[in-house]
């Protein structure tokens, strides 16, 4: 998986991050629980302790849509 680390100002974080989330699981066909976690470890280490609760909140919301839908 190829990364680059992009500063940017977030006037809406929530859809920031999820935008970008979204855009890096599709990119690189991240599927698996184990590339999805190492792909949240890399969001909370790249920002800023106080986007973490954020950036937690959204992940868990593209886990629950990848993986809830599954039956």
């Known amino acids: ?6 500063v940017k100002l977030l006037h809406d974080p929530k859809r920031n991050f999820k935008e970008s989330m979204v855009e890096m699981i599709a990119e690189n066909r991240i599927l698996a629980s184990k590339d999805l976690e190492d792909l949240l470890a890399r969001y909370l280490s790249l920002n800023s302790d106080e986007y973490h609760s ?11 849509d990848i993986y809830g839908q599954r039956d």
């Open 1 to 6: 998986m190829v990364s680059f680390t992009i």
């Open 54 to 64: 954020l950036i937690v909140k959204t992940f868990q919301q593209i886990w629950f």
